[in-house]
């Protein structure tokens, strides 16, 4: 598989991160890495990304708190909580703050590479349609002005 996906990696464990990474390279992912909220908040208000895998527990905020800001920055990217300590309230609140996947480490690989690939699927769905909404009301627009035109130029 080949792709030119960029997705932000935000997880301050070192390990974890450089072996999502490598996993994500082998499938012909564009990567980027945060260790931290601060560093991933500034990446996203420098980049566009299609996908942030982020932990919920980071050393300057929470992932919750990355959310919010994902999703006033760029609300269109796929957002996926990874945790190595789930519970029923976080789990809630990143569905909350529009997480689009929760997973618990440790992850089989595998599983983490179909969530992404759904998501970006998805997502390429979603820009799709959106695209497709915004033709169909251009070219109802049109006819509506055409439409208005035409008594003006029968002189009425």
Do not use: C, W
């Not at 932000?8 to 260790?35: F, H, P, Q, T």
């Not at 969530?115 to 109802?140: F, R």
């Amino acid at each position: 598989m080949s792709t030119y996906d960029k997705i932000l990696v935000v997880d301050d464990d070192d390990a974890l991160r450089e072996s999502i990474v490598s996993i994500l390279e082998s499938e012909g992912y564009v990567l980027d890495v945060a260790k931290s909220g601060f560093e991933a908040e500034i990446k996203l208000r420098n980049k566009i990304y299609n996908l942030v895998l982020l932990d919920i527990r980071l050393p300057d905020i929470t992932g919750i708190e990355l959310l919010a800001k994902i999703n006033k920055f760029t609300p269109r990217t796929k957002k996926i909580v990874l945790t190595g300590f789930p519970d029923t309230e976080t789990a809630i609140k990143s569905v909350n703050e529009k997480a689009d996947a929760y997973l618990v480490k440790p992850f089989d690989p595998d599983a983490l590479l179909e969530v992404i690939a759904e998501n970006l699927e998805n997502q390429k769905e979603e820009l799709k349609y959106t695209q497709e909404k915004v033709l169909e009301y251009i070219q109802h627009r049109v006819k509506e002005l055409d439409e208005d035109q035409i008594p003006r130029k029968m002189g009425v």
